[in-house]
């Protein structure tokens, strides 16, 4: 079991000084989600194999890891320029996770709900050249159904995965969200079985409470997919039942705290994300 820290609300510190930051704060191991002078959002990594080498060694001095590396490329997008480019930039992105010793990688399907089975197509056809990438590298993914992707569901993103018959690629559980993947935590859980393999924890409101006038949006109809990434405690995510489900699971992989809600107590907010983690994990009899 890995405790892990995505540090999005530390951007601002530079990627060299990271590893000391993660350790002050009590963590062994970083995700590293898109940042602007690593690996931006949608847009080629910004890093030479030098400064891979550095932050390399800023880790082993730290004594932290990184348990994953999230890139997030329009691969699925229903462009083909973009797609084509994307699948430029996962490579590059790959070879950055197998120079720093990492063996796995986060992701989002990265498509569009309106466009959904072209997005799909799109995807498939990017696996098909990334795939032997991964496989050549030695790289497990694990993917999430994210709002406002073309596939939302937890149980539905489960088959997706499924079928694409790799070992090296798996299922990850977002629980900031959970009202948008069928909040059915159980069940998404359990269908998952050994596909299971990274949590993302995080706190949510359930945007169809109150007969779906939670949150108001204007104009009505509107198709904005509201969640939000809030301390544990703060929305109505059944955090005891989660973390019951993953013992009853046997799980095993990492869990992440992502917390994106709180850049003005940011210190405060991992501090206490790990304390609860380790909490709840302890209650359910979850050995870190």
Not at 114 to 135: D, H, M, N
Not at 186 to 198: F, H, R, S, V, W
């Amino acid at each position: 079991m890995k405790l892990a820290l995505d540090p999005y609300m530390f951007r601002s510190t530079p990627l060299l000084e990271l590893p000391r930051l993660v350790a002050e704060l009590g963590y062994e191991w970083i995700e590293l989600s898109p940042r602007d002078d690593f690996i931006p959002f949608f847009n080629h990594p910004r890093v030479n194999d030098g400064t891979v080498a550095a932050f390399k060694k800023e880790l082993a001095a730290a004594g932290v890891g990184v348990s994953s590396v999230l890139p997030l490329f329009k691969w699925s997008g229903p462009d083909e320029d973009d797609r084509q480019a994307a699948v430029r930039y996962w490579k590059r992105a790959i070879e950055i996770t197998a120079a720093l010793g990492v063996d796995t990688m986060n992701s989002e399907f990265n498509g569009r709900p309106e466009q959904a089975a072209r997005s799909e197509a799109q995807f498939w056809r990017s696996l098909e050249e990334l795939l032997p990438v991964f496989e050549r590298e030695g790289i497990k993914l694990a993917l999430e159904p994210h709002p406002d992707d073309f596939e939302e569901d937890g149980k539905a993103a489960v088959d997706l995965i499924r079928g694409i018959n790799s070992p090296l690629v798996t299922f990850l559980y977002c629980a900031p969200h959970t009202f948008h993947m069928g909040n059915d935590a159980q069940g998404i859980i359990e269908y998952a079985g050994d596909l299971l393999t990274n949590i993302h924890v995080a706190d949510s409101f359930d945007h169809t409470g109150s007969s779906g006038l939670r949150y108001i949006v204007n104009p009505p109809g509107s198709t904005v997919r509201v969640h939000q990434h809030l301390d544990i405690g703060q929305g109505e995510v059944d955090f005891d039942e989660l973390f019951a489900c993953l013992a009853a699971a046997g799980f095993n992989g990492t869990i992440t705290t992502c917390v994106f809600a709180w850049e003005e107590r940011a210190r405060e907010s991992s501090t206490f994300m790990r304390e609860k983690i380790t909490e709840l994990l302890t209650k359910q009899g979850i050995q870190t």
